[in-house]
């Protein structure tokens, strides 16, 4: 399997700091990464797919970059809404695996 | 819009089977465009993929699971289930159906995919006697 890990595990930030979330793969994973948002009690939601695209809908502020093993989830401005759970997910093989999540906190 | 809704038992007696069903709104599970996915997340720990399934029966499961787990689609009723035997404590989490894209790679020749855009809000299951 491949084990998805994520870095920081916890971050505290401000309202419009500028948030940088690291996932790495221990196989190369071409860009077959997503990145999704949970809060709590509800169900993860989709922000980035194939490692830098946006998903519909979802706010400018949000990025992602990165191909192989190393890759990067960016919120260029944190907003109130943001405060959440991030996860990492490869779906370059079978079994999928996620990293363990990364809380952005309020500082 | 589409939309998924997980249904079944809240609580599963040790050795017993957990089963629950997804059941799709708003659109149908025949589409050759979506395989139908289960995945897990144990009370305070990450995301567990369980399995897939196609509308033609063609399924994906986590070897690590692969065992105990069946997961069947209905698309008369569009919907889809999970079926997992021989439960213990560590199958005790909340258990989210959604939906994930499949497409022919022309290059490689294989199908492939694309992640989870679509989820049901997530059903706790709680194995206790």
């Known amino acids: 399997d491949i084990q998805m890990t994520q870095s920081p595990s916890t971050l505290s930030a401000s309202v419009g700091d500028r948030v940088t979330i690291t996932c790495r793969a221990s196989?190369?994973?071409?860009?077959?990464l997503a990145w999704y948002q949970q809060k709590p009690g509800k169900a993860p939601k989709l922000l980035i797919y194939?490692?830098?695209s946006l998903q519909s809908g979802v706010p400018s502020r949000f990025s992602g970059s990165g191909s192989g093993t190393e890759f990067t989830l960016t919120i260029s401005s944190l907003q109130p809404d943001d405060f959440a759970t991030y996860h990492c997910?490869?779906?370059?093989?079978?079994?999928?695996?996620f990293g363990q999540g990364t809380k952005v906190e309020i500082k | 819009q589409l939309q998924l809704q997980e249904s079944g038992p809240g609580l599963v007696k040790p050795s017993e089977t957990l089963s629950l069903t997804c059941t799709v709104t708003?659109?149908?599970?025949?589409?050759?465009?979506?395989?139908w996915g289960w995945i897990r997340q144990p009370p305070g720990r990450g995301l567990e993929w369980i399995g897939s399934?196609?509308?033609?029966?063609?399924?994906y499961y986590n070897p690590s699971l692969k065992s105990r787990v069946t997961i069947s689609g209905d698309t008369s009723k569009s919907r889809f289930s999970l079926r997992l035997s021989s439960v213990t404590a560590a199958d005790t989490a909340v258990y989210y159906c959604?939906?994930?894209?499949?497409?022919?790679?022309?290059?490689?020749?294989?199908?492939?995919?694309?992640?989870?855009?679509?989820w049901g809000q997530g059903t706790m299951v709680t194995v206790s006697s």
């Open positions: 399934v196609y509308y033609s029966g063609s399924t």
């Open positions: 959604a939906r994930h894209g499949t497409h022919y790679d022309f290059w490689s020749g294989f199908p492939a995919f694309e992640p989870f855009d679509i």
């Open positions: 196989q190369r994973i071409s860009s077959w």
């Open positions: 708003g659109g149908s599970i025949s589409s050759s465009n979506y395989y």
């Open positions: 194939k490692a830098s």
């Open positions: 997910q490869q779906y370059n093989s079978f079994p999928w695996t």
